[in-house]
């Protein structure tokens, strides 16, 4: 997550956001946990592990093991009123099971909804902290440079344009 270079890319990170800012989960989202880290770390943990003689192995690159509900809760935190659709509830795990697939064009799938959703993720980010020396920002500090970047290029539109994001 987090800005980017280019706003207009067809990263997943923005058609995921744009999709819960947007709308396409208006009716609600299932309790499926994810990993979230800002880009820009994702960056200096490459610089710091290729600069690096000791770096050895894999890191696990990840600032927050989120559901979707808590990332809904801090956008609306950050950016609510009746700007944008957010999804208004938890959905059940069976009916994301039966919808699932067809919403999000087939990209998240039966078996990863039943062996995933109402099960938190578990990351361990300590060794990318402890070698590489990352330090994670917060996902809200995330999102807030996120959300207007794509509000000012018009990826995402609000419903009303009072107010100022940034």
């Known amino acids: 997550m987090g800005p980017g270079i280019n706003p207009h890319a067809t990263s997943e990170s923005f058609t995921f956001v744009k ?12 309790n499926f946990c994810m990993a979230f880290v800002d880009v820009r770390e994702v ?3 490459h610089v ?23 990332l809904v809760a801090l956008l ?3 950016f609510g009123g009746h700007r944008f659709p957010f999804p208004k509830r938890v959905i059940p795990k069976a009916l994301a099971w ?9 990209a998240l799938t039966r078996k990863a909804i039943a062996r995933n959703v109402n099960h938190p993720l578990v990351l361990d980010n300590a060794k990318s902290v402890r070698e590489l020396g990352l330090t ?18 018009g990826v995402i539109v609000a419903n009303s344009q009072k107010g100022d994001l940034q």
């Open 136 to 153: 994670y920002r917060p996902l809200a500090d995330t999102m807030r440079d996120m959300i207007p970047q794509l509000l000012n290029t």
């Open 76 to 78: 609306k935190e950050q």
């Open 19 to 30: 999709d819960v800012v947007g709308g396409k989960f208006a009716s609600g989202v299932p």
């Open 43 to 45: 960056a200096e943990a």
């Open 98 to 106: 039966l919808i699932g697939p067809i919403v999000d064009g087939g």
């Open 48 to 70: 710091r592990a290729a600069f690096r003689p000791a770096a050895k192995g894999r890191y696990l690159v990840s600032a927050i093991n989120a559901s979707m509900p808590h």
